[in-house]
């Protein structure tokens, strides 16, 4: 199957965090307490993503409050934290989903997330990912980890799936398929 037709077959989008829906950088206070800035645009992607049916799954090595607080404004339920390997974790999250690896994807940036993309059905790397990742690759992003790659890889997937125009619609009915939002659906809010 070509990488487009891998695209289209997929309902889990797997993250990585750190590089994925970061820029990577882990900022420590005083206090040793761990922040991490966060991009709306992803934010929005995923709640897109998520508004049209798609599920959505985090697996870091790391564990921390700052994105277990991220995830919950999402609503994103699915978190692996403190994962050493992603290869299994990402098995646990297709079986979890009750779908098969082949319609997972995953984001990644960097070489512990090669495992994963492996074996996952769609394997995406952001802009600024490590050679070997981007080139483990069905899909690079144009944008780096942290500046809006998973809003474009949400993007990726709805246009692949022919249902990018569904998307717009949640915001533009005229620039949609002129069907109208469910009752009580309104657009998903600032992410
Ligand atoms: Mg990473």
Not at 84 to 96: G, H, L, N, P, T
Not at 115 to 142: F, K, L
Request: proline share 4%; with cysteine; hydrophobic share 45%.
């Amino acid at each position: 199957m070509s990488a487009v037709g891998h695209a289209a077959g997929i309902r889990v989008l797997c993250l990585d965090v750190d590089g994925v829906l970061t820029d990577g950088t882990v900022a420590l206070d005083d206090m040793g307490h761990e922040t991490k800035r966060f991009n709306v645009k992803d934010g929005l992607g995923i709640a897109v993503w998520r508004r049209l049916g798609g599920d959505v799954a985090v697996i870091t090595g790391r564990a921390g409050l700052a994105v277990r607080h991220r995830l919950e404004e999402l609503g994103v339920r699915r978190l692996h934290a403190g994962v050493v390997d992603k290869a299994s974790a990402i098995a646990d999250v297709a079986r979890d989903a009750g779908c098969p690896l082949s319609q997972v994807a995953f984001v990644g940036d960097d070489l512990p997330d090669l495992a994963a993309m492996r074996c996952c059905g769609y394997p995406v790397a952001v802009h600024d990912a490590a050679p070997e990742v981007r080139a483990a690759a069905a899909y690079v992003t144009s944008a780096h980890g942290g500046h809006g790659a998973v809003r474009e890889v949400v993007e990726h997937l709805l246009r692949s799936q022919d249902r990018w125009n569904d998307a717009l619609a949640m915001f533009d009915p005229a620039a949609g398929t002129g069907r109208a939002p469910e009752a009580g659906s309104d657009r998903p809010r600032s992410a």
